[in-house]
């Protein structure tokens, strides 16, 4: 048997490929790590698979252990509000566009009288 020209094929150690690619390194910081040149990685049919696969599994357990976090610390936790829920540190009360129905009761010694009184946008005094 005739040794094919050209140098030797690296060798690729797939499981430190894997774990950096958890940590979300990039491409080109996991071809630097395992010590091959960024074209010979990407070039490798198996790392595609690998690299997208570790990628999502380590997303998905840092969301994990945020989520795990918030629970003790406030501080993650308003920030996975912000992120997920949509919440902000300056909250604007909802804008009044309808006319509003009021029922005041007025209770005194031996009577309840009852009005009601319909108030527009306009008339409404908001609180600054």
Not at 83 to 105: C, F, H, N, S, W
Request: a neutral charge.
């Amino acid at each position: 048997m005739k040794k094919k020209p050209g140098p030797k094929k690296k060798v690729i150690d797939w499981d430190t490929v894997e774990k950096l690619a958890k940590m979300q390194c990039t491409q080109s910081e996991i071809a630097s790590f395992v010590g091959v040149s960024l074209d010979t990685l990407v070039d490798r049919p198996e790392f595609s698979e690998i690299f997208k696969r570790a990628k999502e599994h380590g997303k998905s357990s840092l969301r994990m252990a945020q989520f795990k976090l918030a629970q003790s610390n406030t501080a993650m936790a308003i920030w996975l509000g912000k992120q997920y829920l949509g919440q902000r540190d300056d909250p604007q009360a909802p804008t009044q566009t309808e006319p509003m129905k009021v029922i005041i009761e007025y209770v005194g010694p031996g009577q309840v009288k009852s009005d009601e009184i319909v108030l527009r946008p306009e008339e409404i005094e908001e609180e600054n």
